[in-house]
């Protein structure tokens, strides 16, 4: 799994070796114009996810207080409903091994945040932030029937490293042995996925009968998001002006430990969190 990382990666700094010499050559069209489009979407995207990062210890006391005793209520792992909401590589991995029940329930909370928390709070801040008003209804659609896959895939997912016997690394490393086996039955496999499933059959009896509706309080998720991610962003900077600065003296350490840029006491705060967080379980 290491030597997968490390081709695509390997992949990507090609691409952006060819878009820089495209680019350098004619900025105007072709593979040139796009390598610069993709440059100029750091703007658009960088607000949301700073205001994602910075908003993650609200998130995180919402997922520990209310929805982890809901998904154990109903017999799944609480950790699930870490990345269930938060992406595993912008703080559910972490958050959900403090929740975790289980080792096999920390993995799938693992797998169901690829897929379930990269959407709620990747997915759609960007792309509401990089679509026009006008296409924001055409995403809402995209975006609710997409999550109606989600079970599926997180189900298929664990199923195949049931029925493979793949060995997890005990430790959290990228080249150690994996010697722990995935031992999970499929009965608990669904049931840990029970919550989601029926939030995704809630979300397709909405969609069905009520799609005016759906797409209307998709809007206001994001209306109500979108200007909170910029405020987060934006105090979260006063996290290094000096002391004199009012609003810093006003916010005083609350907004010192918002977690969007690393530091030497708690080295994961940082927005690339834990991008390898897949290849240090499996090898």
């Known amino acids: 799994m290491e030597m997968v990382g490390k081709f695509v990666i390997y992949i990507i700094m090609v691409c952006a070796v060819v878009g820089a010499i495209a680019s350098i050559k004619d900025s105007e069209q072709g593979l040139g114009k796009q390598f610069m489009e993709g440059l100029h979407t750091v703007g658009h995207i960088f607000i949301p996810a700073a205001g994602i990062m910075a908003s993650i210890p ?3 006391w919402f997922i520990n207080t209310v929805c982890g005793p809901v998904f154990a209520a109903i017999g799944a792992d609480p950790a699930l409903a870490a990345t269930t909401i938060l992406a595993t590589d912008m703080g559910g991995y972490q958050l959900a091994a403090e929740l975790k029940e289980s080792y096999e329930g ?3 909370a693992m797998i169901v945040g690829f897929m379930s928390g990269a959407t709620i709070v ?3 801040p960007m792309g509401l932030a990089m679509l026009e008003k006008r296409d924001h209804k055409y ?3 995209g975006v609710m029937s997409g999550i109606l896959t989600i079970p599926i895939g997180a189900f298929i997912s664990s199923v195949l490293v049931v029925a493979t016997n793949s060995k997890i ?8 042995d994996s010697t722990y086996e995935f031992a999970l039955s499929y009965l608990k496999i669904a049931l840990n996925l029970s919550p989601l499933l029926i939030f995704v059959v809630l979300l ?5 009968f009520l799609p005016d509706l759906m797409i209307k309080g998709f809007m206001w998720f994001g209306k109500y998001w979108m200007p909170r991610l910029n405020l987060y962003s934006c105090f979260q900077s ?4 000096p002391d004199y600065f009012p609003m ?4 005083g350490a609350s907004i010192r430990s918002w977690p969007i840029v690393q530091t030497s006491s708690v080295p994961w705060k940082r927005q690339d969190i834990s991008g390898s967080c897949w290849q240090v379980h499996f090898q």
């Open 139 to 141: 995403m809402a659609l």
């Open 169 to 176: 690394r005990e430790v959290i490393s990228t080249n150690a």
């Open 106 to 108: 920390w993995i799938m």
């Open 238 to 241: 006063l996290k290094f002006s």
């Open 248 to 251: 810093s003296l006003v916010l």
């Open 122 to 124: 990747f997915s759609i």
């Open 204 to 208: 397709a009896l909405g969609l069905y």
């Open 58 to 60: 609200y998130l995180s």
